[in-house]
């Protein structure tokens, strides 16, 4: 499989990068077929706030990467999964990423196996592709409510 997205960078206030403090750090993603993402720095790195940044991108794709597995997986197994949520959080030294806590609260239907469900978490990371691709430890603390 291949991916592929346009970038583009938004941000010329009419001199460029002539200085660091010249300059918007707002971009916009394009994936053919898909609607545009507009995104910018974190505040920290003189962003626009209210826009995605690629911290707050890394952090979504990991949660959706486990999630999306997860859920292929309790569906193999026979554990019927209702609702998921996931309050995931991501702790940064300003250089890189040190690691990344997923928080999900799996409800499942009654008639589920609980300590089955609790385990695939586990499965679900190891086939996760992004956290495969990460470099940094990647935790999660699920629980599970039928």
Known sequence: MNYSTRLTWSGNRGSGTSAYTSYGREFRAGIDGKPDIDGS?????RGDGQKHNPEDL???AVAACHMLTYLALCARNG???VDYSDDASGVMNGKQFEEITL???VTIA???DA???AALHDAAHESCFIANSCNFPIHHRAEIRS
């Open 79 to 81: 554990i019927r999964v």
């Open 103 to 105: 928080h999900p609260i």
């Open 41 to 45: 720095a974190d505040p920290a790195f």
């Open 58 to 60: 890394l952090l979504v």
């Open 115 to 117: 300590d089955r469900a």
């Open 110 to 112: 009654s008639d589920s």
